[in-house]
């Protein structure tokens, strides 16, 4: 079964507007990753946040993660027609040393010129 | 660099035909990943491997076989395609497994399959 379930399943917002996108998981974390895919392409890795983290920045992008609530957030400020992607958070369990990442369905992000 | 190359882009198949998807890395990385991404279900793993010539089962292994002969090879074969395998399939890498950060993957560009 899925591990991470994200909201909104799509958002559409004009450029300019931030776009924020959410993050539930059910077990415990080593970390959680967010990757962006453009439309027919190969996921491409944004940002990791370890469970020790509460929050990280990567140029417009914002981070934050709670463990008591086994949820995190993607913040993209200042939003480009060139954001226009599907985002999927990505947990590592913690019991797990493989390597495995499990996905979440991911959030469709359009962003209107 | 060419990172990770999936071979082939498309591929049509038919039912119970058998076929073999290939995965290159150039960047050393120890762990490899085969994942699957159908419309609403995000991506699932199929199988990994954590090192040359292991393998291990994922989320959805049943029909499909893997093999890593080379550290920078993954094969990934449909002995008996079904409607069921139509999808795209991703191809990922990682330079290991640990918490650190080195478990950050990087993907192919993906193989489209579609069995009729």
């Known amino acids: 079964s899925q591990q991470g379930e994200e909201d909104p399943q799509a958002l559409s917002i004009q450029e300019g507007e931030n776009a924020t996108m959410n993050c539930s998981y059910k077990t415990s974390i080593n970390n959680l990753q967010w990757y962006r895919q453009n439309s027919g392409r190969g996921l491409v890795h944004l940002i990791l946040?370890?469970?020790?983290?509460r929050e990280k920045h990567s140029g417009r992008l914002r981070v934050t993660l709670d463990t008591s609530k086994k949820s995190s957030s993607l913040l993209i400020t200042a939003s480009r027609a060139a954001d226009t992607a599907s985002y999927f958070c990505?947990?590592?369990?913690?019991?797990?040393?493989?390597?495995?990442?499990?996905f979440g369905q991911g959030t469709t992000l359009q962003v209107k010129p | 660099n060419a990172g990770v190359t999936q071979t082939p882009k498309f591929r049509v198949l038919k039912t119970g035909q058998s076929m073999t998807l290939l995965c290159a890395q150039d960047?050393?990385?120890?762990?490899m990943y085969w994942y699957r991404q159908d419309p609403g279900m995000g991506l699932r793993l199929i199988h990994y491997s954590v090192g040359e010539g292991t393998t291990a089962k994922g989320e959805v292994p049943d029909g499909y076989n893997v093999s890593r002969l080379k550290k920078q090879n993954f094969l990934l074969g449909l002995e008996s395609a079904a409607p069921s395998q139509t999808s795209v399939y991703f191809c990922?890498?990682?330079?290991?497994?640990?918490?650190?950060?080195?478990?950050?993957?990087?993907f192919g560009a993906g193989s489209r399959l579609t069995v009729l």
């Open positions: 960047m050393n990385h120890e762990y």
């Open positions: 946040i370890r469970s020790n983290e």
């Open positions: 990505a947990t590592a369990p913690y019991s797990s040393n493989t390597g495995k990442l499990i």
């Open positions: 990922a890498s990682s330079y290991s497994g640990g918490n650190s950060g080195a478990n950050v993957l990087t």
